[in-house]
């Protein structure tokens, strides 16, 4: 079975746990193409899990495409998270898509994925897509919690993470923290580039957050590759705890990171202490 949205636009959407659509329970395929979703909003009034996706929702094992699309002005309200996409517990692969000036108020501006104890963790794969003025407390324009995600060539420009009174809050473009996917980090050079989370050729400048990590934040996760990436001009503010690109920590064997080919240049905070520095 294999569905198509194509050609849509979907604006001013608006519902108490989803918003413009939910993907639930597919039995095969579906594939969303040139659509436009602007302003939707989703809510969580009874702050209940599992619910965000101003414009897109994905759970039960769901397998959806996404490509070439337009994302801006979404939003994730109350304790929702994933200001325009959430993918629970199914396989996502963007392509070539624009998002823009998202909003969640917890988690992931732009994207937040996620799975339920006994869920299938979820997989992710975005290809050459942009991330521009996103905004949300934790992970401006992405929030990973559980699953594999990896980012190829993907352009993160002016996203924000606003929190900063919590130390598990911060990457003003990605955050994944507390992710217990089991993925060994390989040598990238070896074609053996594995990690829970992997970004490959990506751009990330002038990224921002109040909280820990400028640009990412990784906090007791599975394996995180950083291969042939370009950083420039990501900062911490005054309270961030952590670097003006990368804040990392966690067990040792269980948080491995794996940085190779990549150039970072003008990343700073303006944190002034032991506890913060450039990148």
Same mark, same amino acid.
């Given at each position: 079975?294999?569905?198509?949205?194509?050609?849509?636009?979907?604006?001013?959407?608006?519902?108490?746990?989803?918003?413009?659509?939910?993907?639930?329970?597919?039995?095969?395929?579906?594939?969303?193409?040139?659509?436009?979703?602007?302003?939707?909003?989703?809510?969580?009034?009874?702050?209940?899990?599992?619910?965000?996706?101003?414009?897109?929702?994905?759970?039960?094992?769901?397998?959806?495409?996404?490509?070439?699309?337009?994302?801006?002005?979404?939003?994730?309200?109350?304790? !929702?998270? %994933? @200001? &325009?996409?959430?993918?629970?517990? #199914?396989? $996502?692969?963007?392509?070539?898509?624009? /998002?823009?000036? *998202? +909003?969640?108020?917890?988690?992931?501006?732009?994207?937040?994925?996620?799975?339920?104890?006994?869920?299938?963790?979820?997989?992710?794969?975005?290809?050459?897509?942009?991330?521009?003025?996103?905004?949300? !407390?934790? %992970? @401006? &324009?992405?929030?990973?919690?559980? #699953?594999? $995600?990896?980012?190829?060539?993907?352009? /993160?420009?002016? *996203? +924000?993470?606003?929190?900063?009174?919590?130390?598990?809050?911060?990457?003003?473009?990605?955050?994944?923290?507390?992710?217990?996917?089991?993925?060994?980090?390989?040598?990238?050079?070896?074609?053996?580039?594995?990690?829970?989370? &992997?970004?490959?050729?990506?751009?990330?400048?002038?990224?921002?957050?109040?909280?820990?990590?400028?640009?990412?934040?990784?906090?007791?996760?599975?394996?995180?590759?950083?291969?042939?990436?370009?950083?420039?001009?990501?900062?911490?503010?005054?309270?961030?705890?952590?670097?003006?690109?990368?804040?990392?920590?966690?067990?040792?064997?269980?948080?491995?990171?794996?940085?190779?080919?990549?150039?970072?240049?003008?990343?700073?905070?303006?944190?002034?202490?032991?506890?913060?520095?450039?990148?």
């Amino acid at each position: 079975k294999y569905s198509c949205s194509s050609n849509c636009t979907f604006t001013g959407i608006k519902g108490e746990y989803y918003g413009a659509i939910d993907l639930n329970n597919a039995a095969g395929k579906m594939k969303i193409e040139n659509c436009t979703f602007e302003g939707n909003e989703a809510k969580n009034a009874e702050s209940k899990t599992r619910r965000g996706g101003a414009a897109l929702f994905i759970e039960n094992a769901a397998d959806c495409t996404v490509d070439n699309c337009t994302f801006t002005n979404n939003k994730a309200s109350g304790t !929702a998270f %994933g @200001g &325009a996409v959430v993918l629970d517990n #199914g396989n $996502l692969l963007m392509i070539n898509n624009v /998002f823009e000036n *998202n +909003e969640s108020a917890s988690y992931g501006g732009a994207f937040g994925m996620s799975a339920q104890k006994g869920d299938v963790a979820p997989v992710a794969i975005i290809r050459d897509c942009q991330f521009t003025s996103n905004t949300a !407390a934790n %992970g @401006g &324009a992405i929030n990973q919690f559980k #699953g594999t $995600l990896t980012c190829e060539g993907c352009t /993160f420009t002016s *996203n +924000e993470s606003t929190r900063s009174d919590s130390k598990n809050f911060g990457g003003g473009a990605i955050s994944t923290f507390y992710n217990s996917t089991n993925a060994k980090v390989g040598d990238p050079s070896l074609g053996d580039a594995t990690g829970a989370t &992997a970004l490959k050729n990506c751009i990330f400048v002038g990224n921002h957050a109040y909280g820990r990590g400028g640009c990412i934040h990784q906090l007791n996760t599975g394996g995180f590759v950083i291969d042939g990436c370009y950083f420039k001009e990501n900062y911490g503010s005054d309270n961030t705890n952590g670097g003006g690109v990368i804040f990392h920590a966690g067990k040792t064997g269980t948080c491995d990171l794996y940085i190779s080919n990549s150039h970072f240049e003008g990343n700073y905070t303006l944190r002034n202490d032991a506890n913060a520095s450039g990148s």
